[in-house]
């Protein structure tokens, strides 16, 4: 698998680097994608047992994607 480097605003980067001890992840990487992993698997409804996302929730979470610059 090919993999894509990504640019995260640095306070964004630090407060996750921050909250790592407080994670079982080791790394910023891997929570970054467990957590875009999370929200791909919300949107497309892929929830694996779980209730999707409300149309309303969904529109909050690329709303704060948008914030955060990763939609457009």
């Given at each position: 698998?090919?993999?894509k ?12 680097e ?11 990487d891997?929570?970054?994608s ?14 694996g ?15 704060r ?8």
């Open positions: 698998m090919s993999e480097n990504i640019e995260l605003p640095k306070d964004l980067y630090e407060w996750i921050n909250r790592l001890p407080e994670t079982e992840f080791k790394t910023v891997e929570y970054v467990y957590v875009v992993s999370e929200v791909r698997k919300n949107i497309e409804g892929d929830s047992g779980e209730e999707a996302l409300s149309k309303a929730d969904e529109e909050k979470v690329k709303d994607l948008r914030a955060l610059g990763y939609l457009d």
